[in-house]
């Protein structure tokens, strides 16, 4: 009996010392490394940040500076890069593949942090189409911008030329860096193609880096060029060499430091964010991806028992029941009727409907605003799917962006009674005003501005790139989703004074700015194109026609 146990014991520590060989301890690593740094950070080129942070005070100091720093290490507050590879893998890839990055997280966490890096990035972009790859554009900067330290990126601003260097891929980083914050060279892995689709593996690093040696030297003088790079990184990262090298001096950020850093504030990004895509709302980090998963079952048995209520049910009966299943609705009271400005010609618009103009949050807004009046709405709609059209409660007309035809229809609309339409034509999640299309100023007298607002915890429900049909389903899948609404003092429009001093688009900018202010959002001139442009990388157009700029 003891021989067997004497042997299953060497068998044991047999196997131990293998896997120990294979993933060294990355902890006794880092020790080491930090030691390393301890030992030269008082006499060698390597300095605590705050000394950074103490010269930054003076600003010439950093104006002629070359900055190289360690994206990871040293900008984001984050030291973990699981959240962006969920990202990745869900928005990209899809439920199956983010549910498969999840299970295997107790592996990541065993294995050093190249390996750990290696199998998030099989499992995440293995098979994906590399032209139509853009989560890196259209989904990711959101979440590094809210992880980016507000007292670090100060430093960056004073730095003349900025190189990030990141371990992540070159497709995750590039358009965040360039795009959001206008660094000048961005250093990162690239990923091996075959035939147009990623197979998942970086390529090796290139030891040399001659390219972005060269376009940081660009306007330094070969005797002089080392004097002007400095560089920041973390006591936790190993340095990219070759590059940091060429530093004179090198920062190091503690962790106590990033903790102690200040989230960068929406109203100091470098490049307001205005558009970005994709499902998810919250960050997913290991706990609440789990957390997420374990809703989703649920998810879809409330979204379609909301549904089923929403489109069987009346009204009166099914606001109540909509409301004990978690779905928000906060209204204040709409306008009088007879508070409404009186027509120049009661006998021309004395049978017409209300006109309701609201901005656009989601495809529900119209349905939201006839459960604010308890009565039936028709709602006209730049762009809707027909799986929408035919479950939708209430009437819907599709407009075909030709505005004379359009003008017609919403005419013969608002004779048949209330109306409301949403201008922007196109939704916007961020506290932005997209730009009024003019053309409901001449319809009606009687426009009623309503402001709207909504708040969702896990998903967007409004996608640029995805399946629109989807986008009220996706909605209703949340916790606790709210709508907010304010109906605002009605505005004369020009149907009875088409030639008077006013313009369309001087009533249209009118409601713009006023439902702006209620909801206190930006008011912008961007449209439907930009927003498609940036996002998918198309003009988002299903049906041409005139369009006029406002």
């Given at each position: 009996?003891?021989?067997?146990?004497?042997?299953?014991?060497?068998?044991?520590?047999?196997?131990?010392?293998?896997?120990?060989?294979?993933?060294?301890?990355?902890?006794?690593?880092?020790?080491?490394?930090?030691?390393?740094?301890?030992?030269?950070?008082?006499?060698?080129?390597?300095?605590?940040?705050?000394?950074?942070?103490?010269?930054?005070?003076?600003?010439?100091?950093?104006?002629?500076?070359?900055?190289?720093?360690?994206?990871?290490?040293?900008?984001?507050?984050?030291?973990?890069?699981?959240?962006?590879?969920?990202?990745?893998?869900?928005?990209?890839?899809?439920?199956?593949?983010?549910?498969?990055?999840?299970?295997?997280?107790?592996?990541?966490?065993?294995?050093?942090?190249?390996?750990?890096?290696?199998?998030?990035?099989?499992?995440?972009?293995?098979?994906?189409?590399?032209?139509?790859?853009?989560?890196?554009?259209?989904?990711?900067?959101?979440?590094?911008?809210?992880?980016?330290?507000?007292?670090?990126?100060?430093?960056?601003?004073?730095?003349?030329?900025?190189?990030?260097?990141?371990?992540?891929?070159?497709?995750?980083?590039?358009?965040?860096?360039?795009?959001?914050?206008?660094?000048?060279?961005?250093?990162?892995?690239?990923?091996?193609?075959?035939?147009?689709?990623?197979?998942?593996?970086?390529?090796?690093?290139?030891?040399?880096?001659?390219?972005?040696?060269?376009?940081?030297?660009?306007?330094?003088?070969?005797?002089?060029?080392?004097?002007?790079?400095?560089?920041?990184?973390?006591?936790?990262?190993?340095?990219?060499?070759?590059?940091?090298?060429?530093?004179?001096?090198?920062?190091?950020?503690?962790?106590?430091?990033?903790?102690?850093?200040?989230?960068?504030?929406?109203?100091?990004?470098?490049?307001?964010?205005?558009?970005?895509?994709?499902?998810?709302?919250?960050?997913?980090?290991?706990?609440?991806?789990?957390?997420?998963?374990?809703?989703?079952?649920?998810?879809?048995?409330?979204?379609?028992?909301?549904?089923?209520?929403?489109?069987?049910?009346?009204?009166?009966?099914?606001?109540?029941?909509?409301?004990?299943?978690?779905?928000?609705?906060?209204?204040?009271?709409?306008?009088?009727?007879?508070?409404?400005?009186?027509?120049?010609?009661?006998?021309?618009?004395?049978?017409?409907?209300?006109?309701?103009?609201?901005?656009?949050?989601?495809?529900?807004?119209?349905?939201?605003?006839?459960?604010?009046?308890?009565?039936?709405?028709?709602?006209?709609?730049?762009?809707?799917?027909?799986?929408?059209?035919?479950?939708?409660?209430?009437?819907?007309?599709?407009?075909?962006?030709?505005?004379?035809?359009?003008?017609?229809?919403?005419?013969?609309?608002?004779?048949?009674?209330?109306?409301?339409?949403?201008?922007?034509?196109?939704?916007?999640?961020?506290?932005?005003?997209?730009?009024?299309?003019?053309?409901?100023?001449?319809?009606?007298?009687?426009?009623?501005?309503?402001?709207?607002?909504?708040?969702?915890?896990?998903?967007?429900?409004?996608?640029?790139?995805?399946?629109?049909?989807?986008?009220?389903?996706?909605?209703?899948?949340?916790?606790?989703?709210?709508?907010?609404?304010?109906?605002?003092?009605?505005?004369?429009?020009?149907?009875?004074?088409?030639?008077?001093?006013?313009s369309r688009f001087e009533v249209a900018n009118h409601v713009q700015s006023e439902i702006g202010k209620t909801l206190g959002f930006e008011c912008t001139k961007l449209a439907r194109r930009d927003k498609y442009m940036i996002l998918a990388g198309n003009e988002g157009i299903a049906c041409t026609g005139n369009k006029k700029s406002k």
């Amino acid at each position: 009996m003891s021989l067997n146990v004497s042997f299953f014991k060497s068998l044991f520590f047999y196997f131990f010392r293998i896997l120990y060989r294979q993933f060294p301890n990355p902890k006794l690593q880092h020790r080491s490394a930090v030691s390393n740094i301890h030992a030269t950070l008082t006499h060698g080129k390597y300095r605590k940040y705050p000394s950074l942070a103490h010269r930054s005070d003076v600003q010439d100091d950093l104006s002629t500076q070359t900055l190289i720093f360690d994206v990871e290490g040293a900008l984001l507050k984050s030291s973990s890069l699981f959240p962006y590879f969920m990202l990745v893998a869900f928005e990209a890839g899809g439920l199956i593949r983010a549910f498969v990055l999840l299970l295997l997280y107790p592996i990541l966490c065993l294995v050093n942090e190249e390996m750990g890096l290696k199998i998030m990035v099989m499992i995440c972009f293995f098979g994906i189409k590399k032209d139509k790859f853009r989560v890196g554009t259209a989904v990711l900067p959101k979440f590094f911008l809210e992880d980016v330290g507000f007292e670090i990126l100060r430093v960056l601003q004073r730095c003349g030329k900025r190189v990030g260097v990141s371990y992540m891929p070159q497709v995750m980083i590039d358009s965040f860096l360039r795009d959001y914050l206008e660094i000048d060279v961005v250093v990162g892995r690239d990923l091996k193609v075959f035939c147009g689709y990623f197979v998942g593996l970086m390529e090796e690093r290139n030891n040399d880096n001659k390219l972005v040696l060269e376009e940081m030297q660009l306007g330094h003088e070969n005797n002089n060029f080392n004097e002007d790079v400095i560089g920041i990184s973390s006591f936790n990262n190993s340095l990219d060499q070759k590059l940091f090298l060429q530093c004179k001096e090198i920062y190091l950020v503690q962790r106590s430091d990033k903790r102690s850093w200040q989230h960068l504030p929406r109203d100091k990004y470098t490049k307001p964010l205005v558009f970005h895509d994709g499902r998810l709302a919250l960050t997913p980090t290991p706990l609440a991806s789990l957390v997420l998963f374990m809703w989703l079952p649920f998810a879809f048995s409330l979204a379609l028992f909301r549904v089923l209520v929403a489109i069987i049910i009346p009204h009166d009966i099914s606001t109540p029941i909509l409301t004990f299943t978690g779905l928000r609705l906060t209204v204040t009271p709409p306008p009088k009727t007879s508070n409404l400005t009186p027509s120049k010609s009661s006998s021309k618009t004395k049978s017409r409907g209300l006109l309701y103009v609201c901005n656009h949050r989601t495809l529900l807004d119209p349905l939201y605003v006839c459960f604010a009046l308890k009565k039936n709405l028709t709602a006209v709609t730049y762009s809707l799917s027909r799986m929408s059209e035919i479950l939708a409660p209430i009437k819907t007309v599709r407009l075909t962006r030709d505005r004379d035809q359009d003008g017609k229809m919403m005419e013969r609309l608002l004779n048949q009674g209330d109306l409301v339409v949403c201008p922007e034509g196109t939704t916007c999640r961020e506290p932005y005003l997209m730009r009024f299309s003019p053309l409901f100023a001449e319809m009606s007298d009687n426009i009623v501005p309503v402001a709207v607002n909504t708040d969702v915890t896990m998903f967007y429900g409004t996608t640029a790139s995805g399946l629109k049909c989807l986008d009220p389903f996706i909605f209703l899948m949340n916790p606790l989703p709210s709508y907010t609404m304010e109906f605002l003092q009605p505005v004369s429009g020009l149907y009875t004074c088409p030639d008077g001093e006013k313009s369309r688009f001087e009533v249209a900018n009118h409601v713009q700015s006023e439902i702006g202010k209620t909801l206190g959002f930006e008011c912008t001139k961007l449209a439907r194109r930009d927003k498609y442009m940036i996002l998918a990388g198309n003009e988002g157009i299903a049906c041409t026609g005139n369009k006029k700029s406002k």
